[in-house]
């Protein structure tokens, strides 16, 4: 089954967000300062992702080109938008964070880095799922923290890692025939980078010292193809 390590990654994060959510009823202060360390491990991982850029100044205009565009169409209200719909349909719940908010931090978290692209053209190429296993485990611990103080809106971002790891599988043999290697290697590095300031960003809405609209930094991800192409061309 060729989207085999793909639906293992699913299944681990609404899993692993069903267990998390039998740990909502934690102490409030104790959740606070879970959160409160949740964002300063996340910012640290988001940091070390933007370390493995080669050429910071794509990160950097990617991400300045992206919030332009993200704002112009304002991509993060039609997210939350999304959220409300989805948080309108399920039963009542006690106060906590939105939908929304674990939804996309899930979303970011789940999907950019590395282990997503190579572990998905590798089930594609060869039907090695090996790597989609060990981030799906991974994703799996990852959900359980960041469900028991986001809420359910964590296991809906298994839906984009869904289409975002199949799509890569099923176009991996496209990718392979007409992308170099060392292209494709340079994308997945200044991608890993990019999407590393979204998940710090993350992080320090997380931590409450911003609240910054991360979902507006998404279209960044395409430019960052774009400028890699055009710096590999030439």
């Not at 879970?34 to 990160?59: D, H, K, N, P, R």
């Not at 611990?141 to 028991?148: A, G, M, N, P, Q």
Request: glycine fraction near 12%; include cysteine; hydrophobic fraction near 55%.
């Amino acid at each position: 089954m060729i989207l085999f390590g793909s639906v293992f990654n699913v299944l681990t994060i609404v899993v692993g967000t069903l267990i998390g959510r039998f740990l909502h009823g934690i102490p409030e202060r104790m959740k606070e300062t879970i959160m409160y360390g949740i964002g300063l491990a996340v910012v640290a991982i988001g940091l070390q992702m933007t370390f493995e850029s080669t050429q910071i100044v794509i990160v950097i205009i990617s991400i300045v080109i992206g919030a332009i565009i993200g704002e112009w169409v304002d991509l993060d209200q039609k997210i939350n938008r999304l959220g409300q719909w989805i948080e309108g349909k399920l039963p009542a719940r006690k106060e906590g964070p939105g939908i929304a908010q674990g939804f996309v931090t899930g979303t970011l978290i789940f999907c950019v880095g590395s282990m997503a692209i190579i572990g998905a053209i590798d089930s594609g190429l060869r039907n090695d799922h090996n790597v989609l296993v060990m981030k799906g485990i991974l994703d799996g611990f990852t959900s359980i923290i960041l469900s028991s103080t986001l809420g359910i809106g964590v296991a809906f971002s298994a839906v984009p890692v869904l289409l975002y790891q199949g799509s890569i599988t099923f176009l991996s043999t496209f990718i392979s025939r007409f992308v170099p290697d060392d292209l494709l290697q340079f994308f997945i590095s200044e991608m890993t980078a990019t999407g590393g300031l979204m998940i710090a960003a993350i992080g320090l809405n997380l931590i409450g010292l911003t609240k910054m609209r991360v979902a507006n930094f998404i279209p960044g991800i395409g430019v960052v193809a774009i400028l890699v192409t055009i710096v590999y061309a030439f």
